[in-house]
């Protein structure tokens, strides 16, 4: 069942929604409609070329990453061990974000476009989503963004401009994580490069009592 939202800050409950996740269409893109939203585990998904209202998606079955489960193969341990590469956090939202949706801005799916970009600086500006930055030298080549609520971090997209820098920004967020107390990186849909750097699927069930613990 797709249900309709208008401009009340509430949303029906997800699990009458469709079996790949989505449940409604309509409302807005306010940092309170997106932290209601993050804190029940819906997001927003749509393709902006297309779509002419938001969509919202809220899976039953929730692909994450445990920092503490985090993979890290041999090939990957070597590349950090060279040293080439730095990370940091929240150094370049901008750079991040847009880089993610430059990436993608061709596809007729693309869903990162102007008011998607926009909201999410508005909740970085506010404290409540962040970056991860891969650099060389003083170039950036890598990222992911998403949002933070408590002790979970949802992320949203990530980039890379050089091999594995991606995976170079998710192993230094799980290991931030693991440090101060982080409980789970919500990947929202399940790919092959995430299942091989330790994603793993929980219910819903499960994961509200992360989100809200």
């Not at 409604?24 to 297309?50: H, K, Q």
């Not at 995976?167 to 490069?193: N, S, V, W």
Request: aromatic letters at 12%; hydrophobic letters at 40%; glycine letters at 10%.
């Amino acid at each position: 069942m797709i249900f309709r939202i208008d401009n009340e800050l509430a949303f029906p409950d997800p699990r009458l929604g469709d079996p790949d996740g989505m449940f409604a269409v309509g409302g807005d893109l306010s940092i309170d409609r997106l932290i209601l939203a993050y804190s029940n585990g819906i997001f927003p998904w749509y393709a902006f070329r297309w779509a002419d209202e938001i969509h919202w998606y809220c899976p039953m079955d929730r692909f994450v990453i445990f920092p503490k489960e985090i993979h890290v193969s041999h090939s990957m341990r070597t590349l950090m061990n060279k040293g080439r590469y730095t990370m940091t956090i929240n150094h370049d939202f901008h750079g991040v974000i847009t880089n993610c949706g430059q990436l993608r801005i061709s596809e007729e799916g693309a869903w990162l476009g102007s008011e998607m970009t926009r909201a999410y600086e508005a909740m970085h500006e506010q404290g409540f989503a962040a970056s991860v930055e891969v650099w060389d030298g003083d170039k950036l080549v890598g990222g992911l963004y998403g949002v933070c609520l408590g002790r979970c971090f949802f992320g949203e997209s990530m980039f890379s401009l050089v091999p594995s820098a991606s995976k170079l920004a998710l192993i230094h967020l799980a290991r931030y994580m693991e440090e101060h107390g982080g409980a789970m990186i919500d990947c929202q849909f399940e790919t092959p490069h995430l299942k091989s750097m330790g994603g793993r699927h929980i219910s819903y069930d499960k994961y509200m009592k992360i989100v809200r613990g």
